[in-house]
């Protein structure tokens, strides 16, 4: 059996990669942005060169770490740079605080904050053994699930973002094993524990972020599936209460703090001065007309020359304040062998009896489709092409993927399997070595004086 040495193989080598990464990247720590400029059109000098709104995040922690409970997110505040996440929900930041006190970690501090960052390494396993179980519950071959588990656990930005404070990877966590259930009730016969514990996980899942409503559509048409074959009863959806049941204190803490369950009204207060689409649309026709082009094209432009190309660059890897990128032709490489991987995997369902109506098919598609349609949502308003917001659906993404690969596989799978696992971690190798050189030149500071976070981090 190839996953026996092969997926141990892949879960150690990933959570190698992230905590070199996390290593190299500084916490808490000064530098200057390369592609930002101040005032005086020099490199942008910030109090935290590390990762995207880890400084927040680490904030929220001490503020339950230091007993002042549950912090509030007060658009206006003069301290907004440092607590525009709190209004995220508690359940990450609660595991936060029990796994600082055990390791000695003090988000506060530049040298023992970092060993925050070890919490979210260790999911990082966690969820690509639930990727790899996906794909063998929703019934594909051993050597696809292990291609699609070593595609995510080598993906740069997947180790990135396991290497930072935040409660993404717990989110991810989270969706990737409630899609791995839902396909495997769905196959053996749903029960009324099976339903309540699943139940019990998308509460969770809403108790660590907003996002993971979308799990709820997953788990009922989850359900459904399985009752048209005989495998539900009516009262399985009823796991689906427990959910809303034990995320629904914390949405009326917000409904009286906010006026809202989710908290969205007080977060678009508190980012009125974001980075906005119309304005960045309004930017790309200027730039377009001093170039000496229509500017009529700006809104073409913006939707794929930024944000299609920055959600491109950020879902293989971008670092730093989102400033640290690879060579262009890099990330045009590997967008061209993703699109053959798809274009490989439809070829392959396109005749195929079952088609795309697999349980795996339905459910993981379900599931990208939502994660894809708030990404939007977001994007139709602000300018925040991260695909670290698709990562929630990252499981169905890299199973699709690795589906394109599989005629290659079937031919010689252990052979194609080590090959792909050698030429990732080479890349890996060359990829940290490229990061930690380019932190090293952003960690020595510019002359220009330090600009507050708040308007770095709400300016990409």
């Not at 440092?82 to 929900?89: A, R």
């Not at 292990?146 to 740069?156: E, I, K, S």
Request: charged share 15%; hydrophobic share 50%.
């Amino acid at each position: 059996m190839l996953a026996r040495w092969m997926l141990p193989l892949i879960l150690i080598g990933s959570l190698v990669f992230t905590i070199a990464l996390l290593g190299a990247t500084p916490y808490r720590s000064e530098g200057f942005l390369v592609f930002q400029r101040g005032p005086d059109n020099q490199p942008l000098k910030v109090i935290d060169i590390g990762n995207p709104d880890e400084r927040q995040h680490a904030n929220y922690v001490k503020h339950l770490m230091e007993g002042k409970g549950f912090p509030v997110l007060r658009p206006g505040s003069p301290d907004l740079g440092e607590t525009y996440q709190s209004h995220q929900p508690p359940l990450y930041y609660v595991l936060a605080v029990g796994w600082s006190k055990l390791v000695g970690a003090d988000p506060a501090d530049p040298s023992s904050g970092r060993k925050l960052r070890w919490l979210n390494a260790l999911i990082g396993p966690i969820t690509l053994l639930g990727i790899f179980f996906v794909a063998r519950w929703g019934g594909c071959s051993e050597e696809v699930s292990l291609l699609a588990t070593m595609f995510a656990g080598f993906l740069p930005m997947f180790l990135a973002l396991h290497g930072a404070v935040s409660n993404d990877p717990l989110l991810f966590a989270i969706c990737t094993w409630v899609l791995a259930f839902t396909l495997r009730y769905s196959d053996l016969g749903w029960t009324l524990p099976r339903a309540l514990g699943l139940g019990v996980l998308v509460g969770l899942g809403l108790l660590t972020k907003t996002t993971a409503l979308v799990l709820i559509p997953v788990f009922l048409v989850g359900v459904w599936l399985a009752q048209r074959a005989g495998k539900a009863q009516l009262i399985h959806y009823g796991g689906a209460l427990v959910s809303i049941v034990i995320a629904f204190p914390w949405f009326l803490r917000n409904n009286q703090l906010y006026g809202d369950f989710l908290g969205l009204k007080v977060f678009q207060e508190a980012f009125v001065n974001t980075a906005q689409k119309d304005f960045m649309i309004q930017l790309v026709a200027a730039m377009r007309e001093a170039q000496g082009l229509s500017p009529s094209g700006a809104a073409a432009d913006y939707w794929l020359n930024w944000f299609g190309w920055w959600t491109l660059r950020s879902f293989f890897g971008a670092f730093s304040q989102m400033d640290i990128f690879y060579d262009p032709n890099l990330y045009r490489i590997l967008g061209l062998v993703a699109l053959a991987l798809l274009v490989g995997a439809y070829l392959q369902r396109r005749g195929q009896k079952e088609g795309w109506g697999s349980p795996l098919n339905a459910l993981g598609g379900l599931l990208t489709l939502l994660v894809a349609l708030l990404f939007l949502r977001f994007n139709l308003t602000y300018f925040q092409a991260q695909a670290r917001y698709l990562y929630p659906a990252i499981a169905p993404i890299v199973i699709l993927l690795a589906t394109g690969a599989r005629p290659v596989l079937r031919k010689s799978p252990a052979w194609v399997l080590a090959s792909v696992f050698g030429l990732l971690v080479v890349g890996n190798i060359q990829s940290l070595r490229f990061v930690s050189a380019e932190f090293q030149k952003r960690t020595a500071f510019a002359k220009n004086s330090a600009q507050p976070l708040g308007v770095l981090a709400r300016s990409h």
